[in-house]
């Protein structure tokens, strides 16, 4: 299905309206201007008609009365001169006592004086309008001088310098004027508005033809496709998204071939010590099934306690699996309390005694009895101590030593699990925590389920707490990580060091 290019009809659309508004806008100013230009230059021009005529008419008004006749010829021989001039006399208060106006009647009985006393100041040097008396409300250029009789002033000479027949020219011409002053506007317009959108479309389309080649080359397979080169406005921030969007994109695609690569091993890993405790599980029962009668107490009591190891071996499997699925899925929610670490550490050591005795092993504890309680889940780390501890005694030997110890670092309780055992080797140091790595050189009846470490690791990160390991082969292994302190509780006792 073919998609409607709808940017472009949204910009051709809008640039459309720019364009017709920007010429409406230029020719109504033009029009504008070119009639303030016009008739300040008439003015201008014009500016001294008012004091021709007080000259010509001095003495026809006293103040009092108007020589009407007289002044009437007078006013119609400049108004024969020039026929766009219309001619007022005024008296001080600005009424209107005698006009000569062709066409139109005069409706203004008198007129505001401001616009003329201004004039008069200038000298009619600056751009000002007066009231028009035919059409009330609307402003004229115009012309004014004081009337003066026997050095008195009584009186004001008005003209309006461009009559209601200049207004009649004008509007006849003006729609022509204004219609080929649009068209040249227009035309102006478009023409530039043109150029700039050719630029404009040239700049955006190099970086969308850019943008496109990019997510179709990642479409296409090649993840490494990145967007250079566009760095400002829209399209740089579209261009920076892409980027950043295709770079956690490639990430998740390596974590995922990672994750499937170590979930492929995990099961391999997993069926192999599965099938092995099973298969020891079911050879024994069915040999015990098979020559019951034929086997002796002391063989039906040994092979009894191979199946009992086994099926041990088995759960703690499964139970390993399903503590790290339950951490990795973040479904374990973190419980935390105030743990005295003096008594979880001491009940963990007397739990492995009978164990470590076995294999000829020591366990110690070492710690104050005044440290104070410090803060986390106290089963998660009671889970953290047994699989370090678990793996100590995995990899000693008789007459090595594993030592629980705690020492206050500033706010912090520091947990140490060290011994002295087979160590581990400086290639195997930095994955020690990854899932199903073990010791390579335990026989399988030694290795544990593989996970311990990775459970250890989880639990770590759910408390936002770093655990760090110090290895030397043939010398030894050193767990150690910080619990912050709880401050609403502290006991103060002795020292402790208990063997």
Excluded: W
């Excluded at 309780?413 to 930095?430: C, H, R």
Aim: hydrophobic share 40%; glycine share 6%.
């Amino acid at each position: 299905m073919k998609t409607k290019n709808t940017l472009f009809y949204q910009i051709a659309g809008i640039l459309l309206l720019v364009f017709l508004l920007l010429a409406f806008l230029i020719t109504r100013s033009s029009v504008r201007f070119s009639e303030d230009y016009h008739n300040e230059i008439t003015q201008g021009l014009n500016k001294n008609v008012a004091k021709y005529i007080v000259e010509e008419v001095k003495g026809l008004y006293d103040g009092d009365s108007v020589a009407a006749s007289k002044m009437g010829d007078l006013m119609h021989h400049v108004m024969a001169t020039n026929p766009a001039t219309e001619v007022y006399l005024l008296d001080l208060d600005g009424n209107i006592l005698k006009h000569v106006a062709m066409d139109k009647e005069v409706k203004a009985n008198k007129i505001d004086l401001e616009p003329i006393h201004k004039f008069i100041a200038a000298d009619g040097e600056d751009y000002i309008k007066g009231d028009d008396p035919k059409l009330p409300g609307e402003k004229k250029i115009f012309s004014a001088a004081p009337y003066i009789h026997e050095g008195e002033k009584v009186g004001y000479i008005y003209t309006i310098v461009g009559g209601n027949d200049y207004d009649s020219l004008l509007s006849k011409h003006e729609g022509s004027y204004i219609r080929r002053l649009s068209v040249q506007n227009i035309l102006y317009a478009l023409f530039t508005a043109l150029v700039i959108s050719l630029l404009a479309i040239y700049f955006l389309t190099r970086n969308f033809n850019k943008i496109t080649s990019a997510f179709k080359s990642f479409q296409n397979g090649n993840h490494d496709a990145r967007i250079n080169g566009v760095n400002n406005g829209e399209m740089g921030l579209l261009a920076t998204t892409y980027n950043e969007m295709a770079d956690t994109i490639q990430g998740n695609f390596k974590k995922l071939k990672s994750v499937d690569h170590l979930r492929k091993e995990l099961m391999a890993n997993i069926s192999h010590d599965l099938r092995t405790p099973i298969a020891s599980i079911r050879g024994f029962i069915e040999t015990l099934m098979i020559k019951k009668d034929e086997l002796s107490e002391t063989d039906k009591e040994r092979y009894m306690q191979i199946v009992l190891k086994n099926s041990d071996r088995l759960k703690k499997l499964v139970d390993d699996l399903f503590e790290l699925s339950k951490l990795e899925a973040k479904q374990r929610e973190l419980q935390p309390e105030p743990i005295q670490m003096a008594e979880i550490i001491q009940d963990t050591a007397d739990k492995y005694r009978f164990l470590a005795r076995e294999k000829g092993i020591s366990i110690n504890t070492i710690y104050s009895k005044d440290l104070p309680l410090v803060y986390g889940d106290i089963a998660l780390i009671d889970r953290v101590l047994q699989n370090i501890i678990d793996n100590a005694i995995t990899h000693c030997e008789k007459g090595d030593i594993v030592t629980l110890d705690l020492s206050r670092e500033a706010d912090e309780i520091k947990v140490s699990i060290a011994d002295t055992g087979s160590g581990i080797a400086p290639q195997e140091l930095p994955h020690i925590f990854e899932r199903y790595r073990k010791g390579k050189l335990l026989t399988d009846s030694e290795k544990g389920s593989g996970l311990g470490l990775a459970i250890v690791k989880k639990i770590m990160d759910l408390h936002k707490v770093n655990i760090y390991v110090n290895s030397v082969l043939d010398k030894g292994t050193e767990f150690y990580f910080s619990l912050p302190i709880h401050n609403k509780y502290s006991n103060a006792q002795g020292h402790c060091s208990d063997k």
